[in-house]
């Protein structure tokens, strides 16, 4: 049972970035995918969610219209298209699988509820 992420790198403000995060060991349909990210100093907080029961998208207020969650349920593969990139962007980004065990966890953005986690790629956005 594994998570893999990787596409972090250093841009500049205005670039774009993909995320990939790979899921294997495990039938993952079923779960909320999703992404979190956290700063140097900051706790961790959900970027954006994708529930494939509900063909459902969650974003954060700071990432709307500039961010992507897609996922490809052949590849089992979770994506993160990052468009207009900003320097508050800057931060470790890590792919999540939450079982929707009930309401709470449902949303996808708990970190305490993710059942999996994947190992994070560092974004850098410098200004």
């Known amino acids: 049972v594994q998570l893999q992420a990787c596409g972090g790198g250093l841009v500049q403000t205005g670039d774009s970035l993909r995320l990939s995060c790979v899921a294997s060991?495990?039938?993952?349909?079923?779960?909320?995918m999703g992404w979190f990210r956290q700063a140097p100093g900051r706790e961790c907080e959900s970027v954006a969610t994708?529930?494939?029961?509900?063909?459902?998208?969650y974003y954060d207020d700071s990432v709307k219209g500039r961010f992507t969650i897609s996922v490809d349920n052949v590849k089992n593969t979770v994506y993160l298209q990052m468009d207009m990139l900003k320097p508050e962007d800057t931060a470790v980004y890590y792919c999540?699988?939450?079982?929707?065990?009930?309401?709470?966890?449902?949303?996808?953005?708990?970190?305490?509820?993710?059942?999996?986690w994947g190992r994070g790629t560092l974004v850098t956005v410098s200004s």
């Open positions: 999540a699988a939450t079982w929707p065990r009930d309401t709470v966890a449902a949303r996808g953005t708990i970190p305490g509820e993710v059942d999996y």
């Open positions: 060991g495990r039938s993952w349909s079923s779960y909320v």
């Open positions: 994708f529930s494939s029961l509900g063909g459902g998208t």
